[in-house]
């Protein structure tokens, strides 16, 4: 490259700040909002998980989100780049990330596939009377944990839609794909969402479920497992230590109220969190009213289930079923769907900053290769199986560990936190003190360490789910190998200049942001 400033210089940007935090919540609320944490926080205590939720956020989610914006925003490139600018050799954490961005990807993509199924069948109620049997027989044609190559249409024409979707946005880009969908879809997306909510709060019986939502089983937090759930309920709702945080502002322009912006989201994700529990325990309450049983009564109240089985058969209970159906499923395609578009261009602009590619080349590398996998393994008939190992993993194993890596490296490694704790200052209102630094660097990755070991010694002496042996080694510890093996092998290529050796972070920053910066 002749010129690396000018190359810096045609760096996409968000065309405003608020295309960023737009874009930023797109990523955060998704199907984790809606089908994860309702659940998690029942089974998790009930009123008690607002403890560690709170918990989780304030000592990690909110330091590591801003941790993901100071890289980003600093070094001025997507993950395996940023952290290669930090120090040459931590490229494979970049890496790393960019890996399970892809993992997720390839089966979150599945379960958007599903629900623009349902979007469609809401209109007339084709679940029928059994919504178990037409989600898991009819519909996905579960199977065994095996490794199956029977593909289900109904699956996989709607998996194609969703990739060439995304194939689209990817190409148009940063500014003119991801920020326009998330300026339209994300407004609506709550307008839509909180009508659904009303309209459940209003139903009969909701107040039953409300109750079981929100009363406080204290018990709960001596238990690791619910300080597990909280924490890992954070990190995937937040998007964060994924390196899409890192890509998103690393796209902002050099003026940008970084943590302000980062407290907006942080505030909005976990506010549709709990509209989302509100609304899915009203519906709940509903059911049970309807079925004359109480709450804990009522099966399948997380996960896929949750949605497309429980949900279904509120949803034909209730008066206006179809348009009630037809907006549940909308709202968790577009959540979806702008979830989606953030993990995936994290994949396309590591693989364009590394091989400098075009944009379009980088997008159909990654639509394509990507989309025959989703496809190829989670349109079969074992395709729910494999979607709920690789969820355990990548997430609770996947994550957790990468956030561990990013906060030690920065903090202890690299001693680059007060430096990007400066960065943040100069460029944002909302300022942090060096208790920052002791939350990213101590606090965060003790507590991460301690729930990951506790999680790896409960997988390896009771399995997950009761699946084989045989199956978990690929499925779930492949998966792991997997990430490990691709993060190191794509270091190897060289970067041909593009890393510019040269590169100053941004301009440093004048003495008046300077003075700012230390006080
Ligand atoms: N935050 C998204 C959700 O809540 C999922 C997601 C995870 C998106 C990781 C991007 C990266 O569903």
């Not at 099966?299 to 949803?315: N, Y």
């Not at 900053?353 to 159909?364: D, I, N, Q, Y």
């Not at 939350?439 to 002496?461: D, E, H, N, R, W």
Request: hydrophobic residues 55%.
């Amino acid at each position: 490259m002749a010129n690396p400033d000018a190359a810096a210089a045609n760096r996409e940007t968000w065309t405003r700040n608020s295309g960023f935090i737009l874009a930023a919540i797109g990523s955060a609320v998704g199907l984790g909002n809606i089908w994860r944490f309702p659940g998690v926080a029942y089974e998790s205590g009930g009123g008690a998980f607002i403890v560690p939720y709170l918990a989780a956020l304030l000592t990690a989610g909110i330091p590591i989100l801003f941790l993901d914006y100071a890289i980003g925003h600093r070094y001025r490139a997507v993950a395996p780049l940023a952290f290669r600018r930090i120090r040459r050799h931590a490229e494979a954490i970049g890496w790393f990330q960019t890996g399970l961005l892809f993992v997720i990807g390839v089966y979150y993509a599945a379960v958007i596939a599903w629900a623009m199924s349902y979007f469609v069948y809401s209109f007339d109620l084709r679940w029928g009377e059994d919504t178990q049997t037409f989600f898991l027989s009819d519909y996905l044609q579960v199977g065994d944990p095996e490794i199956s190559t029977t593909i289900v249409g109904n699956v996989a024409l709607p998996l194609v839609i969703v990739w060439l979707v995304i194939l689209a946005v990817l190409c148009l880009g940063v500014a003119r794909g991801v920020e326009k969908i998330n300026m339209v879809f994300i407004p609506l997306l709550f307008i839509g969402f909180t009508g659904l909510v009303i309209r459940a709060i209003t139903l009969p019986g909701a107040s039953d479920g409300l109750n079981a939502l929100f009363s406080p089983d204290w018990s709960a937090l001596s238990d690791l497992d619910v300080w597990i759930a909280a924490y890992s309920q954070i990190f995937f709702s937040l998007s964060i230590a994924f390196g899409i945080m890192i890509a998103y502002s690393s796209f902002q322009r050099r003026k940008a109220n970084m943590t302000s912006s980062g407290l907006v989201v942080a505030f909005a994700n976990s506010s549709f969190e709990i509209l989302a529990g509100i609304g899915v325990f009203s519906a709940l309450g509903f059911l049970a009213y309807q079925q004359q049983a109480a709450i804990s009564e009522l099966e399948g109240l997380t996960g896929p289930i949750l949605s497309f089985v429980t949900f279904p058969a509120v949803i034909s209970e209730m008066p206006g079923a179809s348009f009630w159906g037809a907006l549940f499923f909308g709202s968790l395609v577009v959540a979806g769907f702008t979830s989606l578009i953030s993990l995936l261009i994290g994949v396309s602009s590591s693989l364009q900053e590394k091989f400098g590619l075009s944009r379009v080349v980088a997008s159909a590398v990654t639509a394509g290769v990507s989309g025959i996998i989703s496809i190829g393994l989670f349109s079969t008939t074992s395709g729910l199986i494999a979607l709920d190992t690789v969820d355990q993993f990548a997430n609770n194993i996947g994550v957790v560990s990468s956030a561990i890596i990013m906060t030690v490296f920065a903090v202890w490694l690299a001693r680059d936190a007060d430096l990007l704790r400066r960065h943040l200052n100069a460029v944002s209102t909302f300022h942090l003190g060096k208790w920052w630094v002791a939350l990213i660097g101590v606090v965060a990755p003790v507590f991460l360490a301690t729930m990951l070991v506790q999680k790896i010694i409960s997988i390896i002496s009771d399995g997950y789910e009761g699946y084989p042996q045989w199956y978990i080694g690929i499925f779930g510890w492949g998966t792991i190998a997997l990430l490990l093996i691709g993060a190191a092998a794509l270091t190897l290529p060289g970067w041909n200049g593009r890393d510019y050796p040269g590169f100053q972070a941004w301009p440093p920053l004048d003495t008046e942001q300077k003075k700012e910066a230390v006080r």
